[in-house]
């Protein structure tokens, strides 16, 4: 009798952390991201209108930057204007730290120091961008915008 009480808990614990892993990713993929803006060292940390994300697609965000390409690297995240935990976007590892152009990165949502940092090889106008979709973390790109 004791074995099947404890297979039984076994099973139900296992279906509970089952539906918590859908709640939290259901509630992240209904979390408004529409306040964010790209905050770093060029905006002084500030949450700047100019800085605002916009929504291009179905929970993608962008916004463009013109950035000076002097060999020194620019640090950033995606937050809301009062660092909202669930609204901080930092990098979600270190091999995640460090943006090159062309590449995405994953991203982790309720960080508080794991800045990104991009070093641009030319001088220009960039996009970034962090995109909300699919599962799993966000993933945040750098596109040189070209005329």
Not at 17 to 38: H, M, P, R, W
Not at 59 to 87: H, N, R, V
Not at 93 to 99: L, Y
């Amino acid at each position: 009798m004791k074995k099947i009480s404890f297979v039984s808990a076994v099973f139900i614990a296992s279906l509970l952390s089952g539906c918590a892993t859908n709640v939290i990713d259901s509630f992240t993929k209904e979390q408004n991201f529409d306040g964010l803006y790209l905050r770093g060292v060029f905006s002084w940390w500030e949450a700047d209108e100019k800085y605002k994300l916009v929504a291009t697609s179905d929970e993608i965000y962008s916004t463009s930057i013109e950035l000076i390409a002097d060999g020194q690297p620019y640090d950033f995240k995606f937050a809301d204007s009062d660092w909202t935990p669930g609204m901080n976007c930092g990098y979600a590892n270190r091999s995640d730290k460090v943006i090159v152009v062309g590449k995405s990165v994953r991203a982790n949502c309720v960080t508080t120091d794991e800045n990104f940092r991009f070093t641009p090889s030319e001088t220009g106008m960039f996009q970034f961008t962090i995109d909300f979709s699919g599962y799993g973390a966000p993933k945040v790109s750098i596109r040189l915008i070209t005329d």
